[in-house]
T-cell receptor
Framework: GAVVSQHPSRVICKSGTSVKIECRSL??????MFWYRQFPKQSLMLMAT?????????EQGVEKDKFLINHASLTLSTLTVTSAHPEDSSFYIC???????????FGSGTRLTVV | AQSVTQLDSQVPVFEEAPVELRCNYS??????LFWYVQYPNQGLQLLLK??????LVKGINGFEAEFNKSQTSFHLRKPSVHISDTAEYFC?????????????FGTGTRLLVSP
């Protein structure tokens, strides 16, 4: 079945630095990728939708300059948390979809801790 | 806009007992429906999905769900649970139309299976 690889699984960074999270579709071409944020014991909050070759669409309240999303190819999307602060600490999950009507495959998530 | 309600935040059950996790949705257009399971510090794994056709959908790990359009429900069931089924379960809906079909998630139900 479809597999999405997300890397790294855990990252600890200092406040003020930037962190890049990668999301790769391993055996299919993902026309659309989604980035979610999950707080402890809460549901997933959609941050943005990215389509290959175009700018990401951010959800209301998500700072596009802070959470940079790049979807340069059909198999790779990246989320960069710029100038990270402790409040950015969270679990970030990506999801990929091959096309309209296809299912959604999720990555294994990245636990970001900003100290 | 779509919304998903999972009324039960936590469902305790004994091993080998049956379980039902409730999901109700609201949408002005036709939707796809999904159930995902999340184990600690991991991404989401698809249990089953309803796209069209038979309203009774069978998924992995012995789970099944029934789409009830009149009641706008998509409850998840398993006739006999195992300790290993302890996890967080999320119901989600996606709009059945073209475009960027982002998923809307419920708040999740924690299934706690005890011996």
């Amino acid at each position: 079945g479809a597999v999405v690889s997300q890397h790294p699984s855990r990252v600890i960074c200092k406040s003020g630095t930037s962190v890049k999270i990668e999301c790769r579709s391993l055996d299919f071409q993902a026309t659309t990728m989604f980035w979610y944020r999950q707080f402890p014991k809460q549901s997933l909050m959609l941050m943005a939708t990215s389509n290959e070759g175009s700018k990401a669409t951010y959800e209301q309240g998500v700072e596009k300059d802070k959470f940079l999303i790049n979807h340069a190819s059909l198999t790779l999307s990246t989320l960069t948390v710029t100038s990270a602060h402790p409040e950015d600490s969270s679990f970030y999950i990506c999801s990929a979809r091959e096309g309209v009507g296809y299912g959604y495959t999720f990555g294994s998530g990245t636990r970001l801790t900003v100290v | 806009a779509q919304s998903v309600t999972q009324l039960d935040s936590q469902v305790p059950v004994f091993e080998e007992a049956p379980v039902e996790l409730r999901c109700n949705y609201s949408s002005s257009v036709s939707v796809y429906l999904f159930w995902y399971v999340q184990y600690p510090n991991q991404g989401l794994q698809l249990l089953l999905k309803y796209l069209s056709g038979s309203t009774l959908v069978k998924g992995i790990n012995g789970f099944e769900a029934e789409f009830n359009k009149s009641q706008t429900s998509f409850h998840l069931r398993k006739p006999s649970v195992h300790i290993s089924d302890t996890a967080e379960y999320f119901c989600a809906v996606g709009r059945m139309n073209t475009g960027f079909q982002k998923l809307v998630f419920g708040t999740g139900t924690r299934l706690l299976v005890s011996p």
